[in-house]
């Protein structure tokens, strides 16, 4: 199930939510999910990373993401594409429940864009959540916009959201396939 909020005055800028049912243990799932230097076997743009600072995987630790775009994502918008890195730093940590973190700005401060995973036990197995949440303008979102009018503000924060949903449903896809197989 994908849930793409819409963007008002009064909602955040992004808003994306997908979940899907795994047959693993919530603890078996959250191990995986808060292996961020293994988001490759499953993120659409992330081919990896390293912990570069924190015991990996707590509050406060720093990831540097490894991340490609192909050029024809929302091909009329001025986004990056090809290679670049991220740095993000976990902001929740909770065994089994939750794993959230936020990308930092280029001053190493944590901005209000914000991905987490929620586990929640189901039977003999959990749900998991992937959800996005951006509360307001990123470096990267303030440099994208710039330029743009608002009637092409307005199509690109739609198209965004188009692509963060399909992103989230493909992540959670290629989560099961690596819990699952067995």
Not at 38 to 57: D, L, M
Not at 61 to 88: C, D, L, Y
Request: aromatic share 10%; net charge neutral.
């Amino acid at each position: 199930m994908i849930q793409v909020m819409g963007r008002t005055q009064h909602t955040p800028l992004f808003e994306v939510r997908a979940d899907i049912r795994l047959s693993a243990a919530p603890y078996e799932v959250y191990a995986v999910v808060s292996d961020l230097p293994r988001s490759a076997e499953w993120s659409p743009e992330c081919t990896g990373g390293t912990w570069v600072s924190g015991e990996p995987a707590t509050v406060g630790a720093v990831f540097r993401g490894e991340n490609r775009r192909s050029p024809n994502v929302v091909e009329w918008a001025p986004v990056v594409r090809g290679t670049w890195r991220t740095e993000s730093q976990v902001v929740a940590a909770e065994p089994g429940r939750a794993f959230r973190w936020a990308m930092r700005d280029s001053f190493g401060r944590a901005q209000q864009s914000v991905w987490s995973y929620e586990i929640k036990p189901a039977g003999d197995g959990c749900v998991l959540v992937h959800h996005f949440l951006m509360g307001a303008p990123t470096e990267g979102i303030r440099s994208i916009t710039a330029d743009l009018d608002e009637a092409e503000k307005r199509r690109f924060f739609a198209d965004w959201s188009a692509k963060l949903a399909k992103d989230l449903q493909v992540t959670l896809l290629n989560i099961k396939a690596v819990i699952e197989r067995k």
